[in-house]
């Protein structure tokens, strides 16, 4: 009965110290994995806020671009219809000569 107790207690000495091994590589890659997880987070983080950030200033530019091209219709339709307006004044005066 003793040898087997003696086995026995090496045996659970050798179970335990391999299970043990286990355990903590099992707990390294955990965390390994879990700081992978969290930096692609981060880094999914940074890339959305930098697409946002893109999409409003191209917004901005955009309404910058067509309240520009609006004021230059606005200022060719005003000048069109000063040169219409003297054009008729002229016809007008040309006509009354006569």
Known sequence: MRKFLTLF??????????CGDAKTETSDV????????NEMDSTMNEVTEATEE??????????EAVDSVQS????????MEE??????DKMEDAVDAE
């Open 9 to 18: 207690a090496v045996a659970a000495l050798f179970s335990a110290v391999a």
């Open 83 to 88: 040169a219409a307006g003297d054009a008729a």
């Open 54 to 63: 893109a999409a409003e200033e191209g917004a901005e530019t955009m309404e």
């Open 72 to 79: 230059a219709v606005n200022e060719d339709a005003d000048s």
């Open 30 to 37: 955990e965390e390994e994995g879990q700081e992978m997880l």
